[in-house]
């Protein structure tokens, strides 16, 4: 009966010349791809979806356990740290993926670090995204140039995520369809060179459609610099591979050592345009506080150092997970944290502010009893900045790390307490060494809940990075009094003594020290083709016994961290393996060597 009346009304509606109009109105809750593509607020929309699927923060997915998948956020950070020997893990996390990596368990089917099939769907997302608003007929030409441009720097980003773990891979700029061909749906793998090739003229391309700054509002979209920055980064990735590495499989992995002082150049040419631009400088806002000025480069968000950041916010989860990752354990909502623990070797790195070395003596830390003063007094503020200790102050009380303590007569007591005092520190965490990430840690942010989360930005690409990226390029090209003029300008700002002469250990020791856990390190190792030796062997720490009597501390060194099986990386390991399971889906692709 109710269909019958809608009948007649439709014809009652016609004899008034409505039924037409009425019957071509389109639903209003479906939107049709022409719709979306030729409204700037939608187009907008399908630009943040592919924001949030770019790997601008922890740009290394990886599988997880079935119970740890919620937990992504908590350990994809200090990953790299363990894999850089950076320092390791007091017992939280799904460790064992990591062990497996640290001891060269890489094999064929690979599981760690992975980013094939998320990059893909990106560069699909992403081709799509530039094929439909390129062809919009109802977006202005600057709006689609623009917006074209930043989509085409998240896909050369997705590539460099990509080539760095696995050299070529299938090039793809067109969106596939099931009816395309064979060739198009089952590509083989371009050169390793010809990856990086398309990322630096993308690069090149799309510089001078992106603004050199965003009003407020459009803070976080990729400006004019993080393209340059992004060049500079590749370039030193392309030539460093070029004039370390080799070159296998006709060129699929390699680069030929003769593009080596062009790529140089590359990379020198995209940092000295950043340089020169004035627009970013070294952040010294604090020069009579040298730590908390390194350390406020993190915290003083949107500062002048600070060319891309990942932003945050820790409303609705939106957020770093650092915090909670790194705090120590009595300011920690599950009482862990400290989930990166510094080995001995990293602490080592850091001079003394007078420009001598900072590494400790092992056999004489054996033979008396220290403050921490005596210990770390003369260090580098970068190291004040960016570990935490025995003592250091925290939310105004001194941080407890001691394990075990010395009575008067001298004797090692582990159980119970003396003269009132327990026999180990509140945030000891039993097998815990005495220190931790204080980097990037907020601290006024004492977290309550174990899926709260800061509001801390992470920064890709600040200026200090580009001195350093200058000063490598410009020491392989040949031009030493420029690569020290780049590395003493961070010294300076640092606190520590200028160089009088640049070497290329010197250079890379300041790398090592300037960028310390901003996830550079296993890359660079990677990248110089020197992982198999600085990340193969046996690393130490210690614990710190506390003496009752002077209140200082005797040094329990520990010289095999990791026990009798050390960290081990090889040959083959500078590549990630395609795996069996995707060569299957696609019979085109070879195997890196050694897998």
């Not at 719709?35 to 630009?47: I, P, R, S, T, Y």
């Not at 064992?96 to 990596?101: A, K, N, Q, S, T």
């Not at 200028?498 to 901003?518: G, N, Q």
Request: aromatic share 14%; hydrophobic share 35%; proline share 4%.
């Amino acid at each position: 009966m109710k269909k019958i009346k809608f009948l007649y009304l439709i014809i009652f509606l016609a004899s008034f010349g409505c039924a037409d109009d009425m019957l071509d109105r389109k639903p209003l809750d479906i939107m049709t791809e022409d719709v979306v593509w030729n409204d700037k607020a939608l187009v907008e929309a399908k630009l943040y979806g592919i924001y949030q699927k770019t790997p601008f923060l922890f740009n290394d997915q990886t599988d997880l356990p079935n119970s740890w998948t919620n937990f992504q956020w908590i350990v994809l950070q200090y990953y790299e740290h363990f894999l850089g020997c950076e320092g390791f893990n007091t017992g939280w996390g799904p460790r064992g993926l990591v062990r497996d990596m640290e001891l060269g368990k890489l094999q064929s089917d690979g599981g760690l670090l992975e980013w094939w099939e998320e990059g893909y769907a990106l560069v699909r997302n992403t081709n799509d995204f530039i094929d439909r608003v390129s062809a919009s007929t109802a977006l202005d030409a600057a709006f689609k140039n623009q917006r074209i441009a930043e989509v085409r720097f998240m896909r050369a980003f997705a590539y460099f995520t990509m080539v760095k773990r696995y050299g070529g891979i299938p090039l793809i700029t067109k969106t596939t369809q099931l009816g395309d061909s064979e060739e198009v749906l089952y590509p083989k793998r371009d050169k390793e060179e010809d990856i990086y090739n398309f990322i630096l003229s993308e690069c090149d391309a799309i510089a001078a459609d992106l603004p050199e700054t965003y009003a407020a509002n459009d803070y976080g979209r990729p400006t004019k610099y993080a393209v340059l920055a992004l060049k500079s980064r590749a370039a030193m990735y392309a030539a460093s591979i070029a004039q370390w590495g080799t070159v296998q499989l006709d060129g699929v992995v390699g680069i030929p050592s003769a593009k080596a002082e062009s790529l140089w150049q590359a990379s020198y040419n995209a940092s000295k345009a950043i340089m020169d631009a004035g627009t970013f400088q070294l952040f010294n806002k604090y020069p009579e506080d040298k730590a908390k000025n390194y350390q406020s480069i993190w915290l003083e968000e949107r500062n002048v150092e600070t060319i891309f950041a990942k932003q945050y916010t820790g409303v609705g989860g939106v957020g770093g997970n650092w915090d909670a990752m790194q705090a120590p354990r009595r300011w920690n909502p599950i009482g862990e944290g400290q989930a990166t623990v510094p080995y001995l070797e990293t602490i080592d790195e850091y001079e003394n502010i007078d420009g001598t070395s900072g590494k400790l003596d092992r056999e004489e830390i054996k033979t008396r009893l220290y403050t921490m003063d005596e210990l770390w007094g003369k260090k580098d503020p970068r190291f004040h900045a960016s570990i935490y200790t025995q003592e250091s102050p925290w939310f105004g009380e001194p941080l407890q790390f001691y394990r075990g303590i010395l009575d008067e007569n001298g004797n090692l007591v582990t159980t119970g307490a003396v003269d009132g005092k327990s026999w180990v520190g509140a945030d000891n965490r039993g097998q815990g060494r005495p220190w931790g990430v204080k980097k990037f840690l907020n601290p006024e942010l004492r977290l309550t809940r174990w899926n709260e989360v800061g509001d801390t930005d992470w920064i890709l690409f600040r200026y200090a990075e580009i001195l350093l990226n200058f000063a490598e390029a410009a020491f392989e090209l040949d031009k030493p009094g420029e690569a020290l003029d780049a590395v003493n300008q961070i010294r300076t700002r640092a606190g520590i003594p200028e160089l009088s002469a640049i070497t290329r250990d010197a250079i890379r020791h300041e790398r090592k020290v300037e960028m310390k856990f901003e996830l550079h390190r296993y890359w660079d190792l990677r990248r110089y083709r020197t992982a198999v030796t600085e990340l193969t062997g046996h690393f130490s720490s210690f614990n710190l016994n506390l003496d009752i009597t002077t209140g200082k501390y005797r040094v329990e060194l520990v010289e095999k961290v990791r026990g009798n099986t050390p960290p081990t990386f090889y040959e083959k390991n500078y590549y990630f393996p395609i795996t069996p399971r995707r060569i299957a889906n696609n019979p085109n692709l070879v195997e890196n060597p050694g897998y």
